[in-house]
């Protein structure tokens, strides 16, 4: 595992940067609308938002005199990829047991 990838897995074990990462992911969104949507303050949601873009989950851009937040694809890759190793795994198992013969089997 890659130093971003449990960064990113740790950042969205909180469940407010899970909240504010799902509403990113649905949609660009700005500081204002995403406080609007949670039970924090506005400066919550931004420090909340520091921590996901300093992880590589959300990037943000200029809009006139704010900033709009979306999920960073690149960093949602990794850690698809690092979940996707397990459930690669774990199919491999299966796919071990259900090949066993009845030789094979305790």
Known sequence: MTTYQLQGLTA????????IFELV????R???ELAK????SRPAVSQHLKV??????V?????????????NP????ELRAYLDHFWD????????????TPEDQP
């Open 59 to 71: 990037t943000d851009r200029a809009q006139g005199n704010r900033r709009v937040y979306a999920a």
């Open 30 to 32: 700005p500081v204002g």
């Open 74 to 77: 690149d960093g949602l890759a």
């Open 12 to 19: 969205l074990a909180d469940p407010t940067r899970r909240a």
């Open 25 to 28: 992911a649905d949609r660009p």
């Open 37 to 40: 949507e949670l039970p924090v």
């Open 89 to 100: 795994q774990a199919l491999a198992s299966f796919r071990d047991i259900v090949e066993q």
């Open 52 to 57: 996901l873009k300093e992880v590589g989950l």
